[in-house]
């Protein structure tokens, strides 16, 4: 049926005479001639005393076939009354254009309620205001629009309003704009088991959504929470969780990468929740505060920005196996999507947490530039697996002012094969660059596995200020605990400078492994490893530098605790010379330069060649035995202090060890070996002082 109301103020009223197995009396009336009134109504008898009830503006349709539309041109319809069914009930659609509908009771779409029984599908397409409490919406199979080609608006404060395999869209054409508000006790509810429904705000209008105090959303199914995603062009969307408000739903998508979108999702205050069963990725703006909460599902952040702030929390779950959360991935234009520039950045402080199950991109692809930052007391981000910084992109990590990061090993062994124990990466894969920075007294990266730093490009990673970097092992037979230049590709520098800042790692530590690597310790900085080589394989050079730092190998253990310079590569370690007040210290169990056949090493302790150069307070002090070229090359330079329990210099046939002590350097042996047959050379020289005995060997020729 039809109902048109057009042009006047309408009041339409109906006094239902109820009797038992009696007829209904049907009253209209209009302020103004000439009005046409097509109403068929179907109305079922009350099993209640007999008695007149009021009720104004009731209209119900047959239930039989088709669908009915109430229409208001310019018309202002009110139900009000105090009895049980009191409203405004219409079965099959209800179309308002440039109208307000204001409902003190019920207002029900589809039917299906308490007093009326349909079978015929339900939507409501809005260009008006609607505000109603104690309302049931029932919508199947339809489209469901606030913001048709104007603006509509829907303030619901105590409603339920069911979809069952429909849609919301809020601003549907150009130059619309649909808001809905849900307080209260308004709930929303999408039922999709059989096939996906969704809740697009914005989508080639404008769209707001506001779930407030007491207000929900639930979902039974698959839903998709679109905000901004206009497929065509720019969107605008913008949705806020207030105040305790709850959404549950499958997946939310914040735009779609053609510039100019408007895309912001805002979760404020606590009890405010997002729950998720799918992914969530934003290519908007998002912010999470005030102890608000966001769970369930991935998080992915190609392009745009997500804060978690003010003790908010973020669980993301999974799904098993595949990284769980990217920040900054780089995604071409499709003719259904605008793109992603792949500059992204998500920043947890103000003590927010965080939790993810599998791994962390930061920088995902080529062209892709992702930041990270966890920042101030209190804040902090929780990794079951391993954090990528630079995976095929650029990625910056920024721990500062106290805040903290735990991750833990693997979960990107299908990106970078033999990563399993590894629960760090800077600079993966080639072409990227990997940043990282830990500054300030309370900062800390905490790995329960390795780091790589410049695996197979360019990674750098600085503690400064008090900053800590803890590394676990690996748990392979090497038991590496981090690693700088890790493929002949791969270019690492890590830098610990200032008081209290620390690599305390758990394991050995490679220098320079195929790739190059640096590691500086400089101003009070400290490093600490079982066993550290310098050059560790064939083709890898690595370089230490030393102004005013720390290093101590080995601990209490004293199986471990080897500082090699030049394994199987190249290595070369320098304390800075420079005036008497300059401290670089060195502890190990055991020392080896030039270790093994083709292999180079040389180690400067608070000197360089040449004359004019004072003395410093550097020393290396090597509990055990030192060997300076064992098969390969081996210059020790002692402008400082050195001393052992024993020294060999050139121990094997393809030893060629040299030791200088010059310019007041001093260094104390309880016996040193020169190993000079059989093509070893061993030469010790110098203008400093020598403290022990010199051991001939039999088979050499000592000079």
């Given amino acids: 049926m039809s109902f048109y109301v057009t042009g006047c103020s309408t009041r339409i009223s109906a006094a239902l005479g109820c009797h038992p197995g009696g007829r209904t009396n049907v009253l209209s009336s209009c302020t103004r001639p000439n009005q046409l009134l097509d109403l068929v109504w179907r109305i079922r008898q009350l099993e209640q005393p007999a008695e007149l009830v009021h009720v104004n503006a009731t209209i119900i349709s047959f239930s039989g076939t088709g669908s009915t539309t109430l229409t208001l041109n310019g018309t202002s319809l009110t139900a009000t009354g105090t009895g049980i069914f009191n409203g405004i009930e219409v079965d099959g659609g209800l179309q308002l254009t440039n109208a307000s509908v204001t409902s003190a009771t019920n207002l029900t779409l589809g039917g299906s309620s308490s007093f009326f029984n349909s079978t015929v599908n339900g939507h409501i397409s809005l260009d008006g205001t609607l505000s109603a409490d104690l309302t049931t919406f029932n919508s199947q199979l339809g489209g469901n629009v606030i913001g048709v080609n104007g603006t509509g608006v829907m303030d619901l404060s105590s409603a339920s309003w069911n979809i069952t395999n429909g849609a919301l869209v809020l601003g549907q054409n150009p130059g619309s704009s649909g808001q809905l508000t849900l307080g209260g006790l308004a709930t929303l509810t999408l039922n999709s088991p059989l096939v996906p429904s969704s809740i697009i705000v914005g989508a080639n209008g404008q769209g707001i959504l506001t779930v407030k105090a007491g207000g929900g959303i639930t979902s039974n199914g698959l839903t998709v929470l679109s905000i901004g995603a206009n497929p065509s062009g720019p969107g605008n969307g913008q949705m806020s969780i207030l105040g305790g408000g709850v959404v549950s739903v499958g997946a939310a998508v914040l735009g779609s990468g053609f510039p100019g979108t408007v895309a912001n999702l805002t979760v404020d205050g606590p009890g405010s929740r997002l729950n998720l069963t799918d992914a969530l990725s934003s290519f908007g703006s998002m912010i999470v505060s005030n102890s608000a909460a966001v769970s369930g599902g991935s998080l992915s952040v190609p392009q745009g920005t997500v804060t ?125 660059v990997g940043t990282v920075t830990i500054d300030g007294a309370g900062s800390a990266w905490n790995q329960t596995g390795a780091v790589r730093v410049g695996d197979a490009a360019t990674g750098t990673v600085t503690i400064q200020n008090g900053g800590v970097l803890s590394t676990g092992s690996d748990g392979s037979l090497e038991n590496l605990s981090g690693v700088i230049g890790v493929q002949s590709a791969g270019q690492g520098t890590l830098t610990v400078t200032g008081d209290n800042s620390e690599w305390q790692a758990g394991g050995n530590v490679q220098v320079g492994a195929s790739g190059t690597g640096t590691l500086n310790i400089m101003d009070s900085g400290k490093v600490s490893a079982d066993d550290l080589s310098v050059g560790a394989a064939q083709g890898g050079q690595g370089t230490i530098t030393m102004n005013g730092g720390t290093l101590v190998l080995g601990g209490l253990v004293q199986i471990v605790g080897k500082l090699t310079v030049g394994d199987a590569g190249q290595g070369t370690l320098t304390v800075v010379s420079g005036a008497p007040d300059d401290e670089g210290d060195i502890t190990s169990t055991a020392g080896s330069i030039g270790a093994q056949k083709g292999s180079s090493g040389s180690v400067t302790i608070g000197s360089a060649v040449g004359p004019g150069l004072q003395a410093t307070s550097s020393q290396w002090t090597v509990k055990g035995e030192l060997v300076i070229g064992e098969a390969g090359s081996g210059i020790l330079d002692i402008g400082g202090n050195a001393s052992d329990l024993t020294a060999t210099i050139g121990k094997e046939s393809t030893g060629n060890g040299t030791v200088t002590v010059e310019n007041g350097g001093m260094w104390t042996t309880t016996k040193i070996r020169p190993r000079c047959g059989r093509g070893q050379q061993g030469r010790l020289e110098g203008h400093g002082g020598c403290a022990g005995s010199v051991e001939h060997d039999s088979r050499s020729d000592h000079r």
């Fill in 308 to 432: 978690l702030e003010s003790g908010a929390t973020w669980t993301v779950t999974g799904p098993a196996g595949q990284p769980d959360l990217t920040v900054g991935a780089f995604v071409p234009a499709a003719p259904s999507f605008g793109g992603s520039s792949g500059v992204a950045s998500l920043t947890i402080q103000g003590a927010a947490t965080g939790s993810n199950q599998t791994s962390v991109f930061i920088g995902a692809n080529s062209g892709a530039n992702g930041t990270m930052t966890i920042t101030g007391a209190g804040s902090a981000w929780s990794s079951t697996g391993a954090v990528i910084v630079g995976l095929g992109g650029m990625g910056t990590l920024n721990i500062q002012a106290g805040g903290v990061l735990t991750s833990g090993p693997g979960g990107f062994e299908s990106q970078v094969p033999g990563t399993s124990g590894v629960s760090g990466d800077i600079g993966a894969q080639a072409g990227s």
